[in-house]
């Protein structure tokens, strides 16, 4: 148990939907990172938060978005939702963003029907 | 840029060793590893900042080479549980803030 939580674990949805994936870090943690593992993408990283602040941005669409709440939950909002955007979800923490270990939550498996 | 791993797969039988690497065409601040098995989430391994570094716990370890472009995962004697697939996340640069990861390594430890 890395101690990130991931909600929900399953998301079946139609395309042109919205969808929000929730994370809780490890105890701690300041610094929540988001990525995407499809098959033929590997792991992608989207997006960084440290401490509510917007810290890095990778390949993240404009149609995704993401927050750092001052509980440093966070949350990903999928919007429009397209065939390809089925995937795993993971979410990860770290005490701060600067080579530290990252531990991954379970993740939340997305898929567009 | 992604770092290039090689191989992309090992099918061992438990008690053989493994080596698997990561190479980056620039020098990098850091490398970490992980370990995903089927369904399940990565699992941090270990990190690696400083070149010339060896680390590792167990029977996998890890190194860094002067140059700070390759990092080598060492598993020794392997054993069933060390099946799943393997990635390194690189730091370009220090506060660079996000990890690239390679394509992944698949090994399979046979009885």
């Known amino acids: 148990d890395s101690g990130v939580t991931q909600t929900p674990k399953h998301l079946i949805t139609a395309t042109g939907q919205r969808v929000t994936l929730r994370c809780s870090p490890r105890s701690g943690d300041l610094s929540v990172y988001w990525y995407q593992q499809s098959l033929d993408q590997g792991l992608q990283f989207l997006i960084q938060?440290?401490?509510?602040?917007?810290?890095a941005k990778g390949n993240i669409l404009e149609r995704f978005s993401a927050q750092q709440f001052p509980d440093l939950h966070s949350e990903l909002n999928l919007s429009s939702l397209e065939l390809g955007d089925s995937a795993l979800y993971f979410c990860?923490?770290?005490?701060?963003?600067?080579?530290?270990?990252?531990?991954f939550g379970d993740g939340t498996r997305l898929s567009i029907l | 840029q992604q770092p290039v791993q090689s191989p992309q797969a090992v099918i061992l039988r438990e008690g053989e060793d493994a080596v698997i690497n990561c190479s980056s065409s620039?020098?990098?601040?850091?490398v970490h590893w992980y370990r995903q098995k089927h369904g399940e989430a990565p699992v941090f391994l270990m990190i690696?900042?400083?070149?010339?570094e060896q680390k590792g716990h167990d029977k996998i370890s890890a190194s860094f080479n002067e140059k700070k472009q390759q990092s080598s995962l060492y598993l020794t004697a392997s054993q069933l549980s060390y099946s799943g697939t393997y990635f390194c996340g690189t730091e370009p640069i220090q506060g660079a803030q996000k990890l690239v990861f390679g394509q992944g390594t698949r090994l399979t430890i046979n009885p």
């Open positions: 620039k020098a990098l601040y850091s």
């Open positions: 938060y440290y401490n509510g602040e917007e810290r």
């Open positions: 690696l900042l400083k070149g010339g």
């Open positions: 990860a923490s770290s005490v701060d963003p600067d080579g530290q270990p990252q531990h």
